[in-house]
């Protein structure tokens, strides 16, 4: 735990939260009888609540703790960065030295043909954002009525609008309205729980007859995208059976980024022959930010 000495007011801390704090996912009966456990405290693995009793954090927060708590090293670099720039816009043709780092790191981590990265503030807002992307590629490419998103039952995909009706949790969506006419939901992907007598391979078959019986009812015109969660997080941490994604792949459109002209696949041929309306028409609403005629000159920059 921290070497540094806080000392916290449990009562008035647990009086604060219960009076003003919004929990998302609670049982609102329950929570007003008793509050929050209140964590006030990490060291790697465990937590620690404002009585000082010690957990570990066996979901590593939620699920975004992957390299344990009170990294130094982390910390450092988020306190220097802090105080050298706290935030800079990256629209129009603006950025800045960090994004412009990670966005390459990320790419050389990432395999084939992902390059490109487009950033996000959290796990809902980047489904959301990628699936509106999904779509503004179909309508450029002149193919506006694929639209349906294929998900699972009890995946998870987030809180925003869109990435609530992704998600297959039932529950979740009591009372909330949703998008239905964007997502049709397939079966969950859950060996333990598989159809008696199903051996693994069988299983992993009929997951994938489901997906292309769906794939006929709807339509290929019709569908614009499968979500889905490599093993099933919050819906139970679901063990696929083996094979399924690469089997349920190979449905799939090219991705985004093997839709580059320069790129030569099959696919890319059809994107480089198809025509999408021209941009010229129009109006540039950002001329004064163009982008530079030439790169800026080399300024020393070390990451944090
Ligand atoms: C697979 C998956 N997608 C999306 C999300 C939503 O992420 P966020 O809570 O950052 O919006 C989560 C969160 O746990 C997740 O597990």
């Not at 199903?198 to 007859?209: P, Q």
């Not at 093993?231 to 090219?254: E, H, K, N, Q, S």
């Not at 129009?282 to 300024?299: E, G, L, M, Q, V």
Request: aromatic fraction near 8%; proline fraction near 7%.
């Amino acid at each position: 735990m921290s070497t540094e000495t806080r000392t916290f007011d449990a009562q008035a801390l647990w009086q604060k939260d219960k009076d003003h704090f919004i929990h998302p996912f609670t049982d609102y009966s329950l929570f007003h009888e008793k509050g929050c456990d209140l964590i006030t405290d990490s060291d790697g693995i465990y937590v620690e609540d404002v009585h000082g009793n010690r957990f570990i954090d066996g979901i590593a927060g939620l699920w975004c703790v992957n390299v344990g708590h009170g990294r130094a090293e982390i910390g450092q670099a988020m306190a220097e960065q802090a105080t050298r720039m706290a935030y800079f816009s990256t629209f129009n043709n603006l950025s800045n030295a960090p994004a412009a780092e990670l966005a390459a790191k990320l790419a050389e981590l990432a395999p084939e043909n992902l390059n490109h990265v487009f950033f996000s503030s959290g796990g809902s807002a980047a489904n959301d954002a990628t699936v509106r992307l999904v779509h503004y590629v179909f309508n450029r490419l002149g193919k506006p009525s694929k639209k349906r998103i294929l998900s699972r039952r009890n995946a998870y995909h987030g809180t925003t609008y869109l990435a609530a009706t992704l998600t297959g949790i039932e529950s979740n969506n009591w009372d909330f309205d949703t998008l239905d006419h964007l997502v049709t939901h397939l079966s969950e992907a859950n060996l333990y729980r598989r159809p008696k007598g199903m051996s693994e391979a069988e299983y992993c078959n009929h997951l994938v007859a489901e997906l292309e019986e769906s794939i006929t009812e709807i339509g290929a015109d019709n569908i614009a995208a499968f979500i889905a969660e490599p093993i099933m997080g919050a819906g139970g941490v679901l063990m696929p059976p083996r094979d399924t994604m690469p089997a349920c792949r190979r449905y799939a459109a090219p991705t985004a980024s093997s839709l580059s002209p320069t790129k030569s696949s099959p696919a890319s041929a059809a994107w480089a022959t198809s025509s999408p309306p021209k941009r010229s028409s129009i109006p540039n609403r950002t001329s004064s930010t163009a982008p530079r005629d030439s790169p800026p000159a080399t300024r020393p920059w070390a990451p944090p």
